[in-house]
T-cell receptor
Framework: SQQGEEDPQALSIQEGENATMNCSYK?????LQWYRQNSGRGLVHLIL?????REKHSGRLRVTLDTSKKSSSLLITASRAADTASYFC??????????FGSGTKLNVKP | DAGVIQSPRHEVTEMGQEVTLRCKPI?????LFWYRQTMMRGLELLIY????????DSGMPEDRFSAKMPNASFSTLKIQPSEPRDSAVYFC???????????FGQGTRLTVV
């Protein structure tokens, strides 16, 4: 399977703290993406990092990529209760199929 | 654009009945994906289409599952006959060549009793 693995599976933090989620994947990639899924909703694209990039920022999001270790991390700084959701890493292969990780369920307590 | 539209949002059916899930992709997108999400298996790719043609259906669990895309703006996923283990949330997503991301619908929560 080309699906990635994410850890932790679940993360519970207080509002204002930082949340870090990790993703490992198995194949070579052109880019890696992170998605967010609110309860009962579809996945929404958050940020993409290309294989030749090591770090990328978007607002309170910071993504890193280590292609030698086939891993990525998503950091959400100064978390808010509204950040409570599941977060998935994903990549698109050369056949244009999307593969998603197992997801990290984040709970931010107010 | 209204995004990817799926219907119904919720479906409760009895075992043995036929179930049809519907999807309207974003206009101009030439890739359409059907996913199934469960707690046990996560997000599984069932089948995907390119320009209305099925490209890979290796994720379709059984012959009870079938999918069609008669035109660029409509796709169906059918389960016949349905079984309780088919209970899951089914997502449709669309994209286009050159795009890195997939755009998801809100999903159909299927419960088979």
């Amino acid at each position: 399977s080309q699906q990635g693995e994410e850890d932790p599976q679940a993360l519970s933090i207080q509002e204002g703290e930082n949340a870090t989620m990790n993703c490992s994947y198995k194949t070579s990639i052109n880019n890696l993406q992170w998605y967010r899924q609110n309860s009962g909703r579809g996945l929404v694209h958050l940020i993409l990092i290309r294989s030749n990039e090591r770090e990328k920022h978007s607002g309170r999001l910071r993504v890193t990529l280590d292609t030698s270790k086939k891993s990525s991390s998503l950091l959400i700084t100064a978390s808010r209760a509204a950040d409570t959701a599941s977060y998935f890493c994903a990549h698109r292969d050369n056949f244009n199929k999307f593969y998603f990780g197992s997801g990290t369920k984040l709970n931010v307590k107010p | 654009d209204a995004g990817v539209i799926q219907s119904p949002r919720h479906e409760v059916t009895e075992m043995g009945q036929e179930v049809t899930l519907r999807c309207k992709p974003i206009s101009g997108h030439d890739y359409l994906f059907w996913y199934r999400q469960t707690m046990m298996r996560g997000l599984e790719l069932l089948i995907y289409f390119n320009n209305n043609v099925p490209i890979d259906d290796s994720g379709m669990p059984e012959d009870r599952f079938s999918a069609k895309m008669p035109n660029a703006s409509f796709s169906t996923l059918k389960i016949q006959p349905s079984e309780p283990r088919d209970s899951a949330v089914y997502f449709c997503a669309s994209s286009f060549l050159g795009a890195a991301e997939a755009f998801f619908g809100q999903g159909t929560r299927l419960t088979v009793v």
